[in-house]
């Protein structure tokens, strides 16, 4: 009740602080005061947004229509003033029964329906030259489930238990980061040019000094043990490496140098600015074509439904409204070793889909060899399209997570050794168990807010432009968005802080 409270006071107090210059609102089942995630606001002719996972949206105070309508599965569609919006929008439930609606096939199954699905792609989704104002957001999440590091034997007094467990204190367990892309692609499915206007970075790094520090007592140690004459080797289970005494001290002394920081000259920094915007910009274009080469239709992609449909099991759940069309309500579960479950909602006339969800039910791929594992076993995701006066289908909202779980557990041997080929003589040794489970995540969130018909001559003549506006900050800005059509932060984000404030590029 008091978090809820809270939780709802602060939302509106924010609300009213940026109803200058934008209109924001969240969206709540009227029944169970639930938000309602990934709803979409239309706010113009081609403009729209998807409300985020927490129901929440905002759209430009300017350029807006004197009303907007707001669409969501399962929802009556309603049409609300812009002067009217308060803070909280309520969106009643809507079922829909078989004897509401007139269907010419209403004994076609869950596979007959992802048939139709597939031979409509060419006829129902814009294959042609558009251009697409858009805001892409990556999130990316890493996190340490275990990490031991189990001393069994050392004769350098140093370097025992307590030691290793000040390593395993001072590793950071958690980190976060986000990149966000605001700009215009042109293009297609097949080829894109994306050209940013804004774009951010929160970055979080992890907290070098403790490292740095417990690195350095590690390396003063074992300069202490080598010398002219001396070797160091390192060997986990059969695998092994020798390393010269002064080999090892040299690169010790060039890997500390190399970490001194250096000054620059103003070429230099206006260099690495300009690398830096071509960079960013790339990175941004990359983003872009993976999320529409993922489509569904596409071939060898990872989620392989529509090729594969054999190795799926569909069903007709029920039918839904959704913008202003009836569908179907289509699940799918693997047989035959298949890697996804998840619905599909598909338009009851013309089979294009209106919306799809999709997850992993095992790991896509897995390796272990010799005590080292990796698996991936996130892949989840969702495609929202919305259809245009024209009856052609364009994406709204993609979104895509993919995740990592990499394990570790192997013995590893320190030795210092001093001698040749024909003798040597085992000075100091370290042998001790690893043991590390870590996990990454990352998700792509790209929402599409505007279309634009585009001529093949105007985009083969437009060129890209590396002037746009580039920030890195180690803590939320709610200020940097101000005006702008984007993807509103979650929870998390808003409550992101690093170690420093901010710095511009």
């Known amino acids: 009740m008091g978090r809820s409270f809270f939780y709802f006071f602060f939302f509106l107090f924010f609300v009213?602080?940026?109803?200058?210059?934008?209109?924001?609102?969240?969206?709540?089942?009227?029944?169970?005061?639930?938000?309602?995630?990934?709803?979409?606001?239309?706010?113009?002719?081609?403009?729209?947004?998807?409300?985020?996972?927490?129901?929440?949206?905002?759209?430009?105070?300017?350029?807006?229509?004197?009303?907007?309508?707001?669409?969501?599965?399962?929802?009556?569609?309603v049409e609300v003033d812009i002067v009217k919006i308060k803070g909280i929008i309520y969106l009643e439930p809507q079922s829909i029964q078989l004897s509401d609606i007139f269907l010419s096939d209403k004994n076609l199954t869950g596979k007959e329906i992802i048939e139709r699905v597939i031979a409509s792609v060419d006829s129902n989704y814009n294959f042609n030259l558009t251009k697409k104002r858009f805001f892409f957001r990556r999130s990316y999440f890493n996190k340490i489930n275990q990490l031991d590091l189990e001393v069994e034997n050392s004769t350098i007094a140093e370097l025992d238990q307590n030691f290793m467990n000040e390593v395993v204190d001072n590793i950071p367990h958690y980190a976060d980061s986000y990149n966000e892309y605001f700009g215009d692609f042109y293009g297609n499915y097949d080829k894109q040019k994306v050209q940013l206007i804004k774009a951010a970075k929160l970055d979080n790094p992890v907290n070098e000094e403790s490292l740095e520090e417990i690195t350095g007592r590690m390396e003063k140690i074992f300069q202490k043990k080598i010398g002219e004459g001396t070797y160091v080797k390192i060997k986990s289970g059969i695998i092994g490496v020798k390393v010269d005494g002064m080999e090892f001290q040299e690169e010790i002394s060039e890997t500390n140098e190399a970490a001194k920081p250096k000054i620059k000259t103003p070429e230099e920094l206006e260099k690495e600015k300009a690398d830096k915007q071509k960079e960013v910009q790339a990175v941004a274009g990359k983003f872009v074509q993976r999320q529409l080469r993922k489509m569904f239709w596409n071939e060898d992609n990872t989620f392989d439904v529509f090729e594969k449909a054999r190795k799926y099991r569909f069903a007709v759940d029920g039918y839904a409204q959704l913008d202003n069309s009836v569908v179907y309500v289509i699940s799918f579960e693997p047989k035959r070793g298949a890697d996804f479950k998840g619905k599909i909602y598909v338009n009851t006339e013309d089979f294009g889909v209106h919306r799809l969800d999709y997850e992993n039910v095992k790991a896509i791929s897995s390796f272990k060899l010799f005590g080292i594992s990796t698996k991936d076993d996130v892949y989840r995701g969702k495609m929202i399209f919305s259809r245009g006066m024209d009856g052609k289908y364009n994406p709204k909202y993609l979104e895509?997570?993919?995740?990592?779980?990499?394990?570790?557990?192997?013995?590893?041997?320190?030795?210092?050794?001093?001698?040749?080929f024909l003798w040597n003589k085992k000075l100091d040794e370290l042998d001790m168990e690893i043991r590390l489970s870590n996990s990454d995540i990352s998700k792509f969130e790209l929402v599409v807010y505007e279309d634009d018909p585009l001529e093949e001559s105007d985009y083969e003549s437009f060129q890209i432009s590396d002037n746009y506006e580039y920030q890195v900050f180690k803590k939320y800005n709610p200020d940097f968005w101000n005006g702008y059509n984007i993807i509103e932060p979650n929870a998390a984000i808003k409550a992101f802080t690093a170690l420093e404030e901010t710095t511009e590029l």
């Open 16 to 77: 009213q602080l940026s109803s200058a210059q934008e209109i924001s609102a969240q969206l709540l089942d009227r029944v169970s005061k639930q938000p309602v995630p990934y709803a979409t606001i239309q706010y113009g002719t081609n403009k729209g947004v998807v409300t985020n996972d927490e129901g929440i949206f905002s759209i430009p105070s300017e350029g807006t229509d004197a009303t907007i309508s707001i669409s969501s599965l399962g929802y009556e569609t």
């Open 400 to 420: 895509q997570e993919d995740g990592t779980t990499v394990g570790i557990d192997r013995p590893l041997t320190m030795m210092v050794k001093k001698g040749n």
